[in-house]
């Protein structure tokens, strides 16, 4: 992930600053300006939607790793859900990059937020549904407590939530002014 892509989106201008010797350099952003399709109540939702969601996804992936019981001592279970981590971190960045957008975005603002939560929230929703399926595999082979209940319940809901946020991308959109 390079960000000389987008070094042809700024140009360096000088200016003169007295009492200095040489010339003061700044970065200016000379490249495409995008902003969302949707309109800004919708944008406001969503900016609440993707936030209470990956704060209940953090809490359900958290739960089954904090708890003792024989499913969380299985390695296709724990595994998969320890590399949902991974996915959730970038869709976290990208709810950021939501949270912080103004009304005219530059390309790499862009590229971090549609791309990005795209891509985070359909392996994040793949992670905890394989860790869900990985669930249902053990207990079909064991018998089953009650914690073993809880995890099984906590990676189907962070599946169904990563599934939710998957399904709202298309209203994250831009389009260039």
Known sequence: MGYRQYAKDYKIEYEDV???????ATRVYVGPWY????????IR???????????VIALLLL????MDCPFTRIWYIQVAAAIGWIPWVFAACATWRLWTAKEKVDRE???MLCDRMSGATLFLMGFCLISFLGC??????????????VVTGCCMLSGIAG??????????NMEKI
């Open 63 to 66: 739960i089954p790793m904090c």
């Open 35 to 42: 902003r969302f399709t949707e309109p800004a109540g919708k």
């Open 45 to 55: 939702f969503l900016k609440w939607y993707y936030l209470i969601g990956m704060a």
């Open 163 to 172: 599934i939710a946020l998957f399904s709202k991308r298309k209203a994250l």
């Open 18 to 24: 007295p009492g200095r010797k040489r010339p003061k």
């Open 136 to 149: 249902v595999f053990a207990s079909s082979k064991q018998s089953v407590q009650v914690a073993d209940w």
């Open 109 to 111: 603002h862009r590229d």
